[in-house]
């Protein structure tokens, strides 16, 4: 079992709609969660991050994390058409930046306009 | 933006040639790390630097080797190319948080 699931997709949505991303992960000792957006042929690019369980908001994103069912989600409202990307959540143990990140495979979003 | 290029951005080259890629930051960050990126496994750790001449393995670090002799500068080297080493490669360094990290355009190498 990989330690980090996430649906490939690709999900399409309409312009407007409201979007959910998800991860599911295996090991209780992920402390550090993240999202980032990665455009094709681009390098990812932080877009949330939050430290335990709880919710973060930044303008349209909302990131929750659920560390007693070991699931993260991230919210997209009001999506655009600029929104289309891979969306690649991520995470890590401890604090301090001695860990890499382990990531999901990412899940490729459409907006359709 | 933390300040990341990387170079080549495009290489070609055949199997059983040495290559190296470069990572450069321009925030002084202590932390620099180098994932590939492949179809089907996501990103994956191949090293990481904690410092000038501090380095450790990833999840994925066979056939490769690092070195970082100034804090702006961490080199990724194949000392023998291999088809399985075709992949796009990923520089990061942390932001202000050591738990943030930033990366760079990619490089995209294809192993012939």
């Known amino acids: 079992q990989k330690e980090v699931e996430q649906d490939p997709g690709p999900l399409s949505v309409p312009e407007g709609a409201i979007v959910s991303l998800n991860c599911t992960y295996s090991?209780?000792?992920?402390?550090?969660f993240m999202w980032y957006r990665q455009y094709s042929r681009k390098g990812p690019e932080l877009l949330m991050y939050?430290?335990?369980?709880g919710n973060k908001e930044d303008g349209r994103f909302t990131a929750q994390v659920d560390k007693s069912s070991k699931y993260i989600s991230l919210f997209i409202r009001d999506s655009q058409p600029s929104d289309s990307a891979t969306y690649l959540c991520?995470?890590?143990?401890?604090?301090?930046?001695?860990?890499?990140?382990?990531f999901g495979k990412g899940t490729h979003l459409i907006i359709q306009p | 933006d933390a300040g990341i290029t990387q170079s080549p951005r495009h290489k070609v080259t055949e199997t059983g040639t040495p290559v190296t890629l470069r990572c450069h930051q321009t925030?002084?960050?202590?932390?620099m790390y180098w994932y590939r990126q492949d179809p089907g496994h996501g990103l994956r750790l191949i090293h990481y630097?904690?410092?000038?001449?501090?380095?450790d393995k990833g999840e994925v670090s066979d056939g490769y080797s690092v070195s970082r002799s100034k804090t702006e500068d961490f080199l990724l080297t194949l000392e023998s190319a291999t088809s399985s080493q075709t992949s796009v490669y990923f520089c990061?360094?942390?932001?202000?948080?050591?738990?943030?990290?930033?990366f760079g355009p990619g490089t995209r190498l294809t192993v012939l």
């Open positions: 630097s904690y410092g000038v001449k501090d380095t």
């Open positions: 939050t430290y335990s369980s």
């Open positions: 990061a360094t942390t932001g202000t948080s050591d738990n943030e990290q930033f």
């Open positions: 925030e002084n960050h202590r932390y």
């Open positions: 090991n209780s000792a992920f402390q550090y």
């Open positions: 991520a995470m890590t143990y401890s604090g301090g930046g001695a860990d890499g990140l382990t």
